[in-house]
């Protein structure tokens, strides 16, 4: 019981998102209150595909709605639990002419704006603002006639509000460095296989003197280009691989080791210098972490 009154009053969680990272078509945790800086499941097509040289903007809307908390052994977790994030996470990507090692190099930056809604333990609250916003310098990308890689290290840095007593956090007070690995296959009759693999290492809470543990996790996708459209299955897996600590001390008997496996059909739609896709995503297998559903309507423009 202390645990969840702990978790009651620290809870950042952030179900829909915070930060994205690598990917031309790029919320979900365990950690602290459950929570996971990067938005899991938001890279889809093309995950290893990032563009020529040049300049693109990227448009990101998530809604992502969970009425449970799963504790260790998948069941409910904390009582009367409501989760209601709407997201909008603008991105901003910049390839160079340079090729270090015969890679492409380039650069990102990603503003995340968020509703959420939060209720717990007869507690609700609600906030609007800014959330984590994340740097890459070195985005570092190779292509060939059907494989396409890419390799970063987003920087997602605690610019969002914080507060150790809200519910409804739009930051995590702490940074997280997360080195990321990105491939797509696209076969010459157009059936596709991405993904995106990431680490996370994060940084102590100062407010809390909480300590998140590392997480594994990634996004994927099987797909079909048919004329302008290409559609698929695809999700995401995350699992928590280091125990959370609370004062130095191992949070509860599992650590608050979470994990989620989601998976849900998308679409996607070439125009032009455009390219929209459209995704739904159900998470399953849920422990130490909401569970729930998420929307994605994306947007990528080339200048």
Known sequence: MRLISRLKQTATILAALSCLSLGLTTASHATEAGGGAYANGVEGFGAGMLPPPGTYFLNYLN????????????????????????????RLVHMTKLQPLGGTWGMQVLLPVMHMDVTMGGR????????DIVIDPFLWSFHSKNLHYAFGLDIIMPTGAYKSSDLANLGRNYWTFEPVAAATYISDDGYEASMKLMYDFNTKNTATNYQSGQELHFDYTLAKKINAFTVGVGGYFYKQTTDDELNGQKVGSDGFKGQVFAVGPQLKYDYKNMAFSLKYQREALAENKPEGNKFWLNLMYAF
């Open 63 to 90: 809604v992502y709605s969970a009425r449970n908390f799963k504790n260790g052994n998948g069941n409910s977790l904390v009582p009367d639990f409501k989760l209601d994030v709407i997201a909008n996470v603008f």
């Open 124 to 131: 609700t609250q609600s906030n609007t603002g800014i959330g």
